[in-house]
Nanobody, 127 residues
Framework: QVQLVESGGGLVQAGGSLRLSCAAS????????MGWFRQAPGKEREFVAA????????YYADSVKGRFTISRDNAKNTVYLQMNSLKPEDTAVYYC????????????????????WGQGTQVTVSS
């Protein structure tokens, strides 16, 4: 079992930056693939970025590629999402998720690939 707590959300102007953090409990964090998703009002939850257990492989949605960067620090049990050049359409609740599949080698982009979810953090980008 792992618990995930996101932080770092807030209100920012278009073109600005935010860094989200997701702190995980439990000794098995370093073996999990991790992902970030987001959900805007009235829309389905969508994939943003994913990273393998050691950070060796990352994967991004086309909508954020080149602007967002996912990273992790296994010593701190934390995964990050650096968001630059933010746009109003990035406004959403952002969730981190843990993938407990073996070896942590999957960069899943479906909600079904993930076993544990945080409570989310709101990101609002004003125009």
């Amino acid at each position: 079992q792992v618990q995930l707590v996101e932080s770092g959300g807030g209100l920012v102007q278009a073109g600005g930056s935010l860094r989200l953090s997701c702190a995980a409990s439990g000794r098995t964090f370093s073996s999990y693939g991790m992902g970030w998703f987001r959900q805007a009002p009235g829309k389905e939850r969508e994939f943003v970025a994913a990273i393998t257990w050691n950070g060796g492989l990352t994967y991004y949605a086309d909508s954020v590629k080149g602007r967002f960067t996912i990273s992790r620090d296994n010593a701190k049990n934390t995964v990050y999402l650096q968001m630059n050049s933010l746009k109003p359409e990035d406004t959403a609740v952002y969730y981190c998720a843990a993938d407990a599949s073996p070896w942590g080698l999957r960069v899943g982009h479906s909600t079904y690939d993930y076993n544990y979810w945080g409570q989310g953090t709101q990101v609002t980008v004003s125009s």
